[in-house]
Structure formats: structure tokens, C-alpha cells
Nanobody, 124 residues
Framework: QVQLVESGGGLVQAGGSLRLSCAAS????????TGWFRQAPGKDREFVAA????????NYADSVKGRFTVSRDNAKNTVYLQMNSLNPEDTAVYYC?????????????????WGQGTQVTVSS
């Protein structure tokens, strides 16, 4: 089992930045894919970014490419999502997730472990 805990959400003005953290515990591995997803009210959960192998393999949604960056601190067993140039459309609950299969996926259904989520609100 893997336990994931997100933090770092909050309220920010448009154009601002936030860094989300996802602390992992349990049977974790730095080779396992980690994904970030978000869900806005009334919408499906959507893919944001994913990576594995310490960022050597990354995948970003077009809507965040160039603005968001994923990274990992192995010593802290923590994955980060740096979000810059935020806009109101980025407002959502953000989740991190991991999966046993060692392949990045954009589909939330293919992830095995989830955090509880952290709210990000971007004001205009």
C-alpha cells in the first residue's frame, strides 16, 4: 500500500504561483509513475501532469505545458507540482496519484493510490 498526502493549495491571484507537495509513505518507489490530476466543480477529473524516473519521463496536459513543472525530492519521498502563471481556469481540487504499473498514464482510472486532494483557487 502507498499513502499520499497533498498540501500547498490555497488562494492566489491570477498570474501568481503555487507549489503543491505530495508526500508518499508505505511501499513507495522512485520508479513508480506519479500523476497529478484536478477536478473542478461539476467536471470530470482531468489529467494535469505525470512523471517517473526522477523526471526523465514526463507528460503534461496541453493546458498546463510551459506553466507547470513536476519534480521529486527522493530524500523526502515527496513529489512537487510547481504552478506558475495561474489563471482562474486552474481552479480545482488537485490530487496526486501513483500506480503499480511502470508506465505513465493520463487516465485516472489506471492509478491505484490517491491522496485526499488540496484546493487551489485562482481569483481574477
Amino acid at each position: 500500500q502507498v499513502q499520499l498526502v497533498e498540501s500547498g493549495g490555497g488562494l492566489v491571484q491570477a498570474g501568481g504561483s503555487l507549489r503543491l507537495s505530495c508526500a508518499a509513505s508505505g511501499r513507495t518507489s522512485d520508479t513508480s509513475p506519479t500523476g497529478w490530476f484536478r477536478q473542478a466543480p461539476g467536471k470530470d477529473r482531468e489529467f494535469v501532469a505525470a512523471f517517473r524516473l526522477n523526471g526523465k519521463i514526463t507528460n503534461y496536459a496541453d493546458s498546463v505545458k510551459g506553466r507547470f513543472t513536476v519534480s521529486r525530492d527522493n530524500a523526502k519521498n515527496t513529489v512537487y507540482l510547481q504552478m506558475n502563471s495561474l489563471n482562474p481556469e486552474d481552479t480545482a481540487v488537485y490530487y496526486c496519484a501513483s500506480r503499480r504499473t511502470l508506465v505513465i498514464s493520463r487516465s485516472p482510472e489506471e492509478y491505484d493510490f490517491w491522496g485526499q486532494g488540496t484546493q487551489v483557487t485562482v481569483s481574477s
